[in-house]
């Protein structure tokens, strides 16, 4: 059954957070203590299996991303476009039951919701204002509800179960 898109505003809150906290991660990060005392080899290890390319894009990204640590996706779920490399999962946005996909990307935004509106074909897709400027593909089916935000070289997907 189609559900009215009551959950898109969780998804909406889910997207907004995911943003924001991308966006305060480096300005609200607590100063070291003792600066000079951190070494260079400290930081590389927090990040080390994190893409490099993923660095600029997504500085809270601090381990390896895997796809198997997101429950919701289904079996059935598109890899992102070509020229695309996975930087973060997480969950727990807002809901024990958010979880979200964050990748680097070379496409274009409208490049990015084409490719999802392909690849999602046997899923019932919309296309909305997004929360943060621009548009970002909605939708449903499999047991979720999902968003795919676009942004300038990355896109973010965050999928909810419905139920």
Do not use: K
């Not at 690849?119 to 968003?147: H, K, W």
């Amino acid at each position: 059954m189609r559900r009215p898109w009551a959950s898109a505003a969780g998804l909406a809150l889910a997207a907004v957070l995911l943003a924001l906290a991308g966006c305060s991660a480096t300005d609200t990060a607590p100063a070291s203590p003792d600066p000079v005392a951190e070494s260079d080899e400290t930081s590389e290890n927090a990040q080390s299996d994190v893409p490099e390319e993923c660095a600029t894009a997504f500085p809270q990204a601090f381990a390896a991303p895997d796809l198997s640590d997101v429950e919701a996706l289904p079996a059935d779920w598109p890899d992102p476009p070509p020229g695309s490399t996975l930087c973060l999962t997480s969950s727990g946005l807002g809901d024990a039951a958010t979880e979200s996909l964050s990748y680097v990307t070379d496409a274009e935004a409208s490049a990015v919701l084409t490719h999802y509106e392909q690849a999602l074909a046997g899923y019932a897709t919309e296309r909305t204002p997004s929360p943060t400027g621009g548009e970002m593909l909605t939708g449903d089916g499999a047991g979720i509800g999902f968003q795919v935000q676009p942004g300038t070289g990355t896109v973010v997907v965050v999928i909810q179960p419905v139920g």
